[in-house]
């Protein structure tokens, strides 16, 4: 048997470190070639490092959370044949060794190993109907009690938390009967929780902010230290390019795929960026350099399980309406999954940022570092407007979006977002060259 050491690869672009996110394995897991080890985290993504080897972890290189230099020592596997680490090579200082483990069990006296072995082997009691088994504790952050509606209706009614139930069906489904036994337990029977519908609350989560969550944590932090935020917003009377939208959809979205709001609000920003150059820009604040582009590589905001996400529709300028809503749709799958490559999530000129139904009637968005502007979109509701002296229903949008007022007059910031809306107003603007 040997060792395989297996180091924190150079993943290129100049990176000297990464953080590890979390570990796919633990001391002591069978491993197999090619099978994830862990996720790391650099600046601009989250990478995969799959296992070289076939083999038992020994040890982890550090824990959740910490970064690792390049070429540092990940993790420890013994294989069969020959290793690449001399025998007499000390193992990590801070990693937890399987070794150890096995020799302080080999140690152990018999009279204290053979009772725990007996108990181990014995059958868990099955969960009888009426009888108290143990203590009910909280499962676990992220996992969700399975049960059917009418469970969940009931546990609703009778102000039971299914978060504490257990689930003696397969797959560990509540059933009714659990909820019985459940209630018949009383106030004792779960650890933080009563069969009331109104009680007190005592317990206390710490979540490591680690990973993706860190970094957003690191650049929004970083955006409102370091830029003056002026934000402007604007309503804006979608009634026409509604219509349009629902006409163009009508008869061409079988064929090339339906269109949301963004494809029509991403090239007014293209045709009004013209006459406002500098707000299709970047600002080097350190160098005193503000760079401005003649692409418009628009950052479309998304928001995922692990966090809010960035990816980039490049060369916007070129895409009609079905080529803008297509790419959006790819970046916007890449980024949920994990899978999006790093050139995607890097090198926007301005942001688009939307909460869709649930965007509210205002927003102050947060501009995307060293961008200078970001433009976020509202909720669209039908409200009664007056027009020609008359109230009648119009279908309204707000525009929140900010702008640095270092390089950004309020003056030009608000021309800007007029520009937009008046391309959305009367839409057949949008297809002017």
């Known amino acids: 048997m040997g060792i395989h050491v297996i180091k924190m690869p150079d993943i290129g672009e100049g990176i000297a470190e990464v953080e590890v996110v979390v570990w796919r394995v633990q001391p002591g897991d069978v491993v197999v070639e090619d099978q994830i080890l862990a996720d790391v985290m650099t600046d601009k993504a989250t990478i995969e490092i799959p296992s070289s080897v076939a083999g038992t972890v020994l040890t982890l ?23 690449n680490v001399r025998e007499n090579a000390p193992a990590l200082p801070a990693a937890v060794a399987v070794a150890e483990k ?11 190993v053979a009772p725990m072995a007996a108990a181990a082997s014995q059958p868990a009691p099955a969960n009888k109907p009426g009888k108290v088994q143990s203590i009910s504790v909280a499962r676990p952050a992220g996992e969700k009690p399975i049960a059917s509606p009418a469970v969940r209706r009931r546990a609703w009614d009778l102000g039971v938390e299914l978060q504490f139930v257990h689930g003696s069906a397969a797959g560990g489904r509540i059933q009714q009967q659990d909820l019985d036994d459940f209630v018949a337990r009383g106030p004792q029977q779960a650890a933080g929780s009563v069969g009331a519908r109104y009680h007190q609350l005592h317990t206390e989560e710490a979540v490591p902010v680690i990973g993706l969550r860190r970094k957003i944590a690191q650049k929004m932090q970083d955006a409102k230290r370091r830029i003056p935020h002026f934000t402007y917003v604007e309503e804006i009377d ?27 609000l991403m090239r007014a920003m293209v045709l009004a960026l013209r006459d406002f150059p500098q707000i299709n820009a970047r600002f080097d604040d350190e160098a005193g350099i503000v760079t401005r582009f003649g692409a418009v590589h628009i950052g479309i905001a998304t928001q995922t399980d692990n966090g809010l996400i960035v990816p980039v529709v490049r060369h916007a300028e070129s895409l009609d309406f079905w080529a803008s809503a297509a790419e959006v749709t790819r970046q916007a799958e890449g980024a949920r999954s994990g899978k999006a490559a790093r050139e995607d999530l890097s090198g926007s000129t ?84």
């Open 61 to 83: 290189g550090g824990k959740a959370g910490e970064f690792m230099a390049v070429g540092a020592e990940l993790i420890r596997i013994e294989i069969e044949g020959k290793g």
């Open 350 to 433: 301005i942001t688009l940022t939307s909460l869709g139904t649930l965007g509210g009637i205002v927003s102050t968005p947060v501009i995307n570092h060293p961008e200078v502007a970001i433009v976020g979109v509202n909720r669209m509701v039908l409200r009664p407007v007056i027009r020609g002296g008359a109230v009648v229903a119009r279908q309204m949008m707000n525009l929140s979006s900010s702008f640095d007022h270092r390089v950004i007059d309020g003056m030009h910031a608000a021309e800007f977002i007029q520009a937009i809306r008046g391309f959305l107003e009367c839409p057949a603007m949008l297809f002017t060259e």
């Open 238 to 264: 979608m009634t026409e390019l509604e219509a349009l939208r629902v006409n163009l959809n009508n008869k061409w979205g079988k064929e090339r795929g339906r269109l949301t709001i963004l494809p029509f």
């Open 102 to 112: 096995v020799e302080k069990t080999a140690a152990a006296p018999l009279a204290a």
